[in-house]
């Protein structure tokens, strides 16, 4: 049931973080707050396939 799924800054574009997500709990995609080493801070990384 669980899927993994890769996250992208919302500004910078880059993907950085790889997690995993239950699809029935969370049929969205998934925005997570994470550190953005090409910021120096931590912005918002949304779900991409």
């Given at each position: 049931m669980r899927v993994n799924i890769v996250?992208?800054?919302a500004e910078?574009?880059?993907?950085l973080?790889?997690?995993s997500k239950n699809r029935r709990n969370n049929p969205d995609r998934?925005?997570?707050?994470?550190?953005?080493p090409k910021l120096r801070k931590v912005t918002?990384?949304?779900e991409v396939k």
């Open positions: 996250l992208e800054a910078t574009g880059e993907r973080y790889l997690t998934l925005e997570l707050k994470k550190y953005s918002i990384f949304k």
